[in-house]
Every structure is written in structure tokens, then in C-alpha cells.
């Protein structure tokens, strides 16, 4: 494999250095995808003979980006979950970041353990998932079912208020801050569940979620019961087609 034979040394000297090699593994990322699903088992060689090397998260960034079977992609969400014990370490949003790609499931799993050890220390709490959120509005939103999007949703409104929302409606040019960020996600999984989970076998759970949010955010309680006011007086399986018309 020729492939194989020149990138494989690269990479290995690249582990094996206490240095930032950002611009192969940033070309790396590039790559089509069928020559990186070949360079996997390299990878994963590298990231368990050199765990504590400073490019492992560019290592895993571009792992993120192969298909893998079910053993492989395990093994992945398993390390991942080895990095983000300590929400005060300044890199452990951005590899929440890769673990939301992966699997929103393991993703939310995390967060719940991250909310138990932190407790005591709201603030730490509020803050770090103040940059999460605003970091994953950057992020294309993995493919998942409406429950487990539900859920996500849910953990949104708990940390990002509306009684705390900043309105910019009237403020001309603005940067954006992380809470303007986190607000804009917020709004984006709302109008996700307004765009691609509009079928009949989900008014139970737009129902569900009305029903949740009927102590948390009024407008948004009433905008899901609308929707699935709609879907009920929607015929997805109409009787009459216009070939049974005559």
C-alpha cells in the first residue's frame, strides 16, 4: 500500500515528537475519505504508544472522520472519554466537540456525570456549558432520533435561560459572545424539530417536550403544540391518489 508506506512514517514521527505538527495533520483532514479509513489502524496504534502526545487530538479529530465498525468506534468514544474529566482544563470543550460528532448518546451520557461531580460548583458548571453550547453552534448536528434530540434540547433550556437572553434586535453590529452563540443553538435545535422531525409517529413527543416546557419557556410550549396540531390535520397516507381518481 503506497499510501500507507509514505504517510505511516509521518505519522509516527510525528507522535513521537513533543511538538505541534499542525500543518500535516491539518492536510491530512483533507484527504478523501476511503484513504483515511486505511490509515485507522495507525492511528489507533499511535494514540495507545503515545497517549500523552500533544497532536492526539488532531489524531482523533481525524479519526472522527472515518467510517469505523462498531469495535473501533467504541474504542474511540472510549479514549475521548479519558479527556474530559476536568471542565476547568481549557481543551475539554473542544474534545466534547469530537464526542458530540460521534455519538450525541455517549455525548449527553457525559454531561450528566460532568453535572453530578460539579454540583457544588455551579458557576464552573454554567460557564463551561456556556462555551460548549456556543462552540457547537459552529458544529453540522448528527443524525440522531427525535428522543435523544428531546433530551439535548432539554439540557440547552436547563443552562441557557430565556430570562437571560441578550436581544441585539435594535444594537446595529455586534460580535458575538458565547452566550449570544449559545442562544443561537438553542433556537437552531427548536427549529430542527420544527424541520425534520414534522411526521405523525413523533406528536407524542412534541406533545411530551410541549408539556416540559410549559415551566420553562411559554412561547415554545405553544409553538410544538401547534406543530403538532398541524400534523394531526395531515394526511401522510392519503386514501385517493390521482391514479385511483377517475
Known amino acids: 500500500d503506497v499510501f500507507l508506506d509514505v504517510i505511516t512514517p509521518c505519522i509516527n514521527k510525528i507522535a513521537t515528537c513533543d511538538t505541534l ?100 460548583q455551579t458557576d464552573v458548571l454554567y460557564s463551561f456549558l456556556e462555551r460548549l ?45 458565547c452566550r449570544d452563540n449559545a442562544q443561537h443553538f438553542r433556537s437552531h435545535l427548536i427549529n430542527l424539530l420544527s424541520n425534520n422531525y414534522l411526521s405523525r409517529k413523533n406528536i407524542p413527543n412534541l406533545l411530551e417536550l410541549a408539556k416540559w416546557f410549559d415551566s420553562v419557556d411559554q412561547n415554545t410550549a405553544n409553538y410544538l403544540r401547534n406543530n403538532a396540531d398541524k400534523l394531526l390535520l395531515k394526511n401522510e397516507d392519503p386514501i385517493w391518489s390521482e391514479s385511483k381518481i377517475v
Open 133 to 177: 453550547f456556543s462552540k457547537l453552534s459552529e458544529q453540522n448536528m448528527p443524525d440522531v432520533d427525535i428522543d435523544t434530540l428531546s433530551e439535548l434540547v432539554k439540557l440547552v433550556y436547563k443552562y441557557i435561560n430565556t430570562n437571560q437572553d441578550i436581544h441585539r434586535e435594535n444594537m446595529g453590529v455586534f460580535t458575538p459572545t
Open 21 to 120: 505538527d499542525n500543518y500535516i495533520l491539518w492536510k491530512l483532514k483533507k484527504f478523501p475519505t476511503e484513504l483515511l479509513n486505511r490509515l485507522a489502524p495507525v492511528l489507533f496504534d499511535v494514540l495507545h504508544s503515545y497517549p500523552s502526545n500533544p497532536n492526539c487530538y488532531q489524531f482523533v479529530e481525524i479519526l472522527t472522520l472515518i467510517n469505523h465498525n462498531e469495535t473501533n468506534k467504541k474504542a474511540l468514544i472510549q479514549y475521548i472519554i479519558t479527556k474530559i474529566d476536568d471542565i476547568e482544563n481549557s481543551e475539554i470543550v473542544a474534545w466534547f466537540v469530537l464526542l458530540y460528532q460521534i455519538s450525541l448518546r455517549d455525548f449527553l451520557q457525559e454531561i450528566k456525570r460532568i453535572e453530578n461531580k460539579y454540583t457544588a
